[in-house]
């Protein structure tokens, strides 16, 4: 994206910018961004750059120190913890809610993205595997009119994989395929307190997945 942005919202355009050079690691962890550099490489002037940097402050990306700078911040598991028990949370609760409306297209739907997930995860191929994961996750809470929920959730996944990760754990993403299978099983039973369980006492729980998320999320960090 190189020159001038003509974009109707540039703030969110230079907010995507952002995101696109964390997740190919053009910016890291514990870095400084420079807003004057930026701001020139894209020919646009810092206001709506601060927009955008005080976007990603809400999200947890960065940190907006005055006088000093913008530092890109590590996610910490604490930070994981508490992401896992608020998505799982509010998940359980919109499928519980919504039970009667998810439909068999709506389970085809998952059946296919859960499968696809399942192929890229034996083909060793995780380049797509969030952005499948993210599609499925969606196919039931779309399902919901809640938008708040929507919108609250969905910067908490994106920050969970914030930056490009380098040892996806092949054993524990086909364990989240198999949660995936046991919940689309109680969605076609129109078991939604199940449904809603498996979400939010497997899934979405840290302290069921901790073994595998500390792992991740260290290795990751170490070789960061």
Not at 13 to 38: A, W
Not at 162 to 181: M, V
Not at 206 to 221: M, W
């Amino acid at each position: 994206m190189d020159g001038a942005l003509k974009f109707s919202s540039l703030s969110e355009q230079v907010y995507s910018y952002l995101r696109k050079e964390m997740l190919q690691g053009k910016l890291t962890p514990g870095s400084t961004i420079n807003i004057g550099e930026i701001a020139k490489h894209l020919g646009i002037s810092k206001t709506p750059l601060r927009d955008a940097l005080i976007h990603l402050e809400l999200e947890g990306f960065v940190t907006i120190i005055p006088r000093r700078g913008v530092l890109v911040n590590e996610l910490q598991l604490h930070e994981v913890k508490d992401a896992y028990e608020a998505i799982g949370l509010i998940e359980a609760s919109m499928v519980e809610t919504n039970i009667e409306r998810i439909t068999p297209a709506h389970i085809r739907t998952l059946e296919q993205l859960n499968q696809t997930m399942i192929q890229d995860i034996q083909a060793n191929d995780f380049s797509r595997l969030f952005v499948t994961n993210l599609k499925f996750h969606s196919v039931y809470v779309d399902v919901s009119e809640n938008e708040f929920l929507k919108q609250f959730i969905l910067p908490l996944k994106h920050r969970l994989y914030d930056f490009p990760r380098k040892n996806y754990i092949a054993e524990w993403e086909l364990s989240n395929c198999e949660e995936h299978r046991q919940f689309i099983e109680f969605l076609r039973q129109g078991n939604g307190k199940e449904a809603a369980s498996v979400l939010r006492d497997k899934h979405w729980s840290y302290e069921y997945q901790k073994q595998f998320i500390d792992t991740f999320y260290e290795a990751n960090r170490d070789q960061g």
